[in-house]
């Protein structure tokens, strides 16, 4: 499929280029944004799987910049519809003209950010980037190391100066084979909240891309023995056709007695004490209408008098403007319309070394060698 082809095709991939993400993702972390205001406070954030970096320019424009995008930019959107169906109110800051001032750039103090991922990524002013492997066990310390290098203490099992946000959009090569692609995400995400349970403080947010397979269910239940409040949310931008789905995980509160192991990281045989104070809250269906308009439905929990069999769902959001582009539909594009090449190429394809030899080998039907 050609550039043109896919711009057509893919609305998002064609934006991205057009605003400068290397990847079309960077559209789901600011979507995801505009409903959970993920960056409210935060100043610390580690990003798991991170090639080639729309993610991490995400975090660079919004804590090292200070532009005002995703929440921010939602934010002064209904501000202005308010004011053109209120009118202007005292609290609107405008200029003589009637115009809404212009938003400073609000840079943040202290601000720490370290990217991890297999492949490497082009640098990115401001962020701390490692070549590792979040599966493997030797990739906690690095972590550590590259959080607090100055404080840095091999024997110690989790951040000294811990993270407040905690974000992974792992995915593996996908091969076709559905319960092989589901079980290997499965894998990555309990990688990502292995590490995230030694670098989060209290508090603390976990969000992290997953394929919603046959036993999802069992997975929200774990991750809410670890957090508060644990929903799922589907931005606009994330194909509506794909199980892939992120779980937003808020109030990071571990059981007490938890400690993260590096010698036994969860999800390989490690127990959770039970806690009771975190047992699964029976609640009632209710609805409720929010400040912004939406009305948030509540189900309630399924079973009645069985507390030991109570299954928790987790709530479901579809994130991001709903007049913003269909992820799965295509676009007429104008026919004079420049097709631009992509922000970052990736720096070491898996896939570039078989080109390689498929060209010492003269090319795809042998055509092409030399002679
Ligand atoms: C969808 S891409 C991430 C896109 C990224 N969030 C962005 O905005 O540019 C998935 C990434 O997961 C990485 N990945 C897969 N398995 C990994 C592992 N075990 N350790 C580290 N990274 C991994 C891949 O190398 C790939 O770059």
Redesign the pocket.
């Known amino acids: 499929m050609g550039k043109s082809s896919k711009d057509k095709r893919d609305a998002y991939y064609r934006l991205a280029k057009e605003q400068g993400w ?2 079309r ?2 559209f789901k ?1 600011l979507q995801l944004d505009e409903e959970f205001n993920l960056f409210e406070g935060v100043t610390r954030v580690v ?10 320019q995400v975090l660079s424009r919004i804590l090292i910049k200070g532009e005002s995008i995703g929440r921010a930019a939602w934010d002064s959107r209904q501000a202005k519809d308010r004011l053109i169906i209120d009118g202007p109110s005292i609290e609107d800051p405008q200029q003589p003209d009637g115009e809404p001032i212009k938003e400073e750039l609000k840079p943040r103090a202290g601000v720490k950010i370290v990217a ?4 490497p990524m082009s640098p990115l002013e401001g962020i701390t980037t490692l070549k ?4 493997h066990p030797s990739t906690v310390p690095l972590l550590l190391k590259a959080l607090d290098p100055d404080t840095f203490d091999p024997s110690m099992t989790s951040a000294s100066h811990p993270v407040d946000l905690v974000i992974s ?4 090569d996908v091969t076709g084979l559905h319960d092989l692609d589901i079980y290997v995400q499965s894998q ?1 995400l309990w ?1 990502a909240l292995n590490l995230a349970l030694c670098v989060l403080k209290p508090g603390g947010k976990f969000v992290a891309k997953i394929f919603r397979g046959k036993d999802v269910d069992l997975l929200y239940a774990q991750l809410r023995l670890v957090f508060e409040k644990v929903r799922v949310a589907k931005p606009r931008s994330s194909r509506a056709s794909s199980i892939e789905a992120f779980v937003v995980c808020e109030g990071f509160s571990p059981p007490n007695g938890f400690r993260a192991s590096l010698d036994n990281p969860l999800g390989a045989g490690t127990k959770l004490p039970p806690n009771p104070e975190l047992k699964v809250e029976k609640t009632k269906p209710s609805r409720r209408l929010r400040e912004d308009g939406i009305t948030e439905l509540e189900l309630g929990s399924e079973s009645e008098g069985d507390e030991e069999n109570v299954r928790w769902i987790a709530p479901f959001l579809a994130c991001g403007d709903l007049s913003a582009y269909d992820a799965d539909a295509s676009y007429h594009l104008p026919k004079d319309r420049q097709s631009l090449d992509p922000v970052q190429p990736p720096t070491a394809p898996p896939y570039k070394r078989a080109l390689e030899m498929r060209k010492a080998a003269g090319g795809a039907y042998g055509k092409t060698r030399k002679t």
């Open positions: 290397r990847a993702s960077a972390l990003d798991l799987c991170a090639a080639p970096g729309s993610w991490s991890i991922d297999l492949q590792a492997d979040i599966t959009d792992g995915a593996p990555l990688a």
